[in-house]
Nanobody
C-alpha cells in the first residue's frame, strides 16, 4: 500500500534551519504531485508548498515564500522541504501529501489522498 514517511523534524532556535524528508513507497513517485502541509495546536491544517511530478511547477504559501524550498528526487522516491530563517510561528506538525498528477496547483488538503504521519517542528524564540 501507499506509504509516506516524514523525517527531519526537531527543535531549533529562531533563525535556524531544518530539512524535512518524505520517503514514498507503494506508488510510482513520478506519477504523483506532492505537497507539504502543517498543523499547529488548535489550528486547522494549512498548505505550505507544493511541487508537481517533474518539479517544474512549484507554489508556496505567502507565509513561507522566500524562506522554504520544496524539492523532490524521483529516483529516490523522496520529497524535501528545506526550511530556513525559521520563526516561532512555524512551529507545527508537518505533513507530506501526494496526489495523482494534476493540471493545476492544489492547495486544499482534501485534494491529496495520501498522507504521512507527520513530523514535529518546534522553533524556540
Amino acid at each position: 500500500q501507499v506509504q509516506l514517511v516524514e523525517s527531519g523534524g526537531g527543535l531549533v532556535q529562531a533563525g535556524g534551519s531544518l530539512r524535512l524528508s518524505c520517503a514514498a513507497s507503494g506508488l510510482t513517485f513520478s506519477n504523483y504531485d506532492m505537497a507539504w502541509f502543517r498543523q499547529a495546536p488548535g489550528k486547522e491544517r494549512e498548505f505550505v508548498a507544493s511541487i508537481n511530478w517533474s518539479g517544474g511547477r512549484i507554489y508556496y504559501a505567502d507565509s513561507v515564500q522566500g524562506r522554504f524550498t520544496i524539492s523532490r528526487d524521483n529516483a529516490k522516491n523522496t520529497g524535501y522541504l528545506q526550511m530556513n530563517s525559521l520563526k516561532p510561528e512555524d512551529t507545527a506538525v508537518y505533513y507530506c501529501a501526494a496526489g495523482r498528477i494534476g493540471l493545476r496547483v492544489r492547495v486544499r488538503s482534501d485534494e491529496y489522498p495520501y498522507w504521512g504521519q507527520g513530523t514535529q517542528v518546534t522553533v524556540s524564540s
